[in-house]
């Protein structure tokens, strides 16, 4: 287990880190059409919170997109890096994810996030964030539509209706099991949305959730069991 160490310069309040979305979004890369789905590694990563202790535990799992079979996988453990602020809640658990990414012994490959990318109210989501920083191939899956609205998917596997701010497609609610709620995703960075739904579809074979973002959900809070008070 890594610990993690918060950037001196990592922003403290709500103004430095809307300058640094800002500052990055522009950046994002949306016209790639990113690695084959089933093709090579993909790597799942989520966090768990003690709010007590103000403790972050992420974790970052690689399975073998072919198989699905678990490669490698690290976690790391630190203080929250910054309050809670909706819309800003990358910046609480970012230095984790990097952290813990950086642990692994092989390289990533995609990177799915339990959240947001463009789906975002700042169109910068942590998929996003995450892209631009690694320079990695990113998407998010969420559980929910966040603010945006969509239309019904049709009920079998497969099925998919836009996800939208206003006439704007941000993701798209996708249909990962029959007659089973639909998960929300959104381009992170490196990924057409297209590709992002065909490796959602790819990682979710026997659930609704990804197999990545049930890897490490499941790691990460197994990480934070296992940390102690300071």
Same mark, same amino acid.
């Given at each position: 287990?890594t ?13 430095q880190?809307?300058a ?9 890369? !949306? *016209?790639?059409?990113?690695? %084959? &789905? =089933? ?5 799942g990563?989520?966090? /768990? ?11 970052a ?14 976690t ?13 809640l ?10 813990? !990414? *950086?642990?692994?012994?092989? %390289? &990533? =490959? ?7 990318g463009? /789906? ?26 966040f ?11 497969g ?8 006439s ?7 249909r ?7 998960v ?11 590709n ?11 659930y ?6 049930r ?16």
């Open positions: 287990m610990t993690v160490r918060i950037p001196q310069d990592w922003p403290a309040t709500e103004e880190a809307r640094v979305q800002d500052a990055l979004r522009a950046r994002v890369i !949306l *016209d790639e059409p990113g690695p %084959p &789905p =089933g093709t090579g590694h993909v790597t990563v989520d966090v /768990a919170y003690d709010d007590e202790r103000d403790v972050v535990a992420a974790a799992v690689v399975l073998d997109a072919s198989t699905l079979d678990v490669v490698a996988r690290a790391a453990v630190g203080r929250v890096a910054f309050p809670y602020v909706p819309g800003l990358a910046f609480r658990e970012i230095p984790a994810v990097l952290a813990a !990414l *950086d642990a692994l012994p092989c %390289p &990533p =490959g995609l990177v799915v996030c339990d959240g947001y463009l /789906a975002h109210p700042r169109r910068f989501g942590l998929a996003s964030h995450l892209g631009v920083l690694t320079g990695l191939p990113t998407i998010g899956v969420a559980k929910n539509p603010t945006f609205t969509h239309d019904e998917p049709g009920t079998p596997r099925s998919a209706s836009p996800l939208l701010a206003g704007e497609e941000v993701g798209r609610a996708l990962t099991r029959d007659a089973v709620k639909p929300f995703v959104s381009v992170g960075h490196r990924v057409t949305l297209d992002a739904c065909a490796h959602t579809l790819a990682l979710t074979p026997a609704r959730l990804p197999e990545t973002t890897r490490a959900d499941a790691l990460c809070r197994e990480a934070l069991r296992g940390t102690h008070p300071a």
